[in-house]
């Protein structure tokens, strides 16, 4: 357990409908990323929060995506009229900036299956 | 842009042998370097990184990788493998502290006992 959580664990839900996805970081930590793991591939950036700013955003992220991070504590990510290709893993990391290393801490990821 | 080859998708290795796991990046300027391990229905976990200095870098459970700079390569390496080493492992780099990481696609690692 790295001490990063993610809720849901796992999500089925019908093309076309919205879904949110929550993550909690190691409390001591300001930076908060979230990635995109698919079959057989790595994961892929989508955004990352230092505190409350969304300082970077993935060409990966189309206008469907949302991140908020309100209270620089946990974040959401909300999927709006899910698609099939939508179907993968998506993974929380969280990181501080002190020091030079900045090793992220993935959470345990919510699976995303849209039928 | 920065990237990460790992030319391998799976690695077979009996148990007691040595491993190797390859690595290979493309990055401008100073690269850091990351290895982690993913096992089924996990998440991610770090092994080791390489920032600077030594160019043999320890990590977690009995794992080293060496970086070249040459070569452009960071391998992932263990003197003897173990069967609970069998899992799925991610080489990635950034450019910059404390910025996304760019992952590699992924080796499977299988110790047969």
């Known amino acids: 357990d790295t001490g990063v959580s993610q809720d849901p664990r796992h999500k089925i839900t019908k093309r076309g409908q919205n879904v949110t996805f929550r993550c909690d970081p190691i409390?001591?930590?300001?930076?908060l990323y979230w990635y995109r793991q698919t079959l057989g591939q790595g994961p892929e950036f989508l955004t990352y929060?230092?505190?409350?700013?969304?300082?970077?955003k993935s060409r990966l992220l189309s206008d469907r995506f949302s991140a908020e991070r309100p209270k620089g504590s946990f974040s959401t990510l909300e999927i709006q009229r899910t698609e099939q290709g939508d179907s993968a893993m998506y993974l929380c990391?969280?990181?501080?900036?002190?020091?030079?290393?900045?090793?992220?801490?993935f959470g345990p990821g919510t699976r995303l299956t849209v039928l | 842009a920065q990237s990460v080859a790992q030319p391998e998708d799976q690695v077979n290795v009996a148990e007691g042998n040595p491993l190797t796991v390859k690595c290979t990046y493309s990055?401008?300027?100073?690269?850091?370097l990351f290895w982690y391990v993913q096992y089924p229905n996990r998440g991610l976990q770090f092994l080791l990184k390489?920032?600077?200095?030594?160019?043999l870098v320890k990590g977690s459970y009995g794992f080293e990788a060496e970086f070249n700079k040459s070569q452009t390569s960071f391998h992932l390496k263990k003197p003897s493998a173990l069967v609970s080493d069998s899992a799925l492992y991610f080489c990635?780099?950034?450019?910059?502290?404390?910025?996304?990481?760019?992952f590699g696609k992924g080796t499977r690692l299988s110790v047969i006992a």
């Open positions: 990391a969280s990181s501080t900036t002190s020091g030079r290393a900045g090793e992220q801490f």
């Open positions: 409390s001591e930590h300001n930076r």
């Open positions: 929060f230092q505190n409350e700013a969304q300082l970077e």
């Open positions: 990055v401008s300027g100073n690269p850091y």
């Open positions: 390489y920032i600077t200095g030594d160019n």
């Open positions: 990635a780099v950034r450019r910059v502290e404390n910025t996304p990481l760019v």
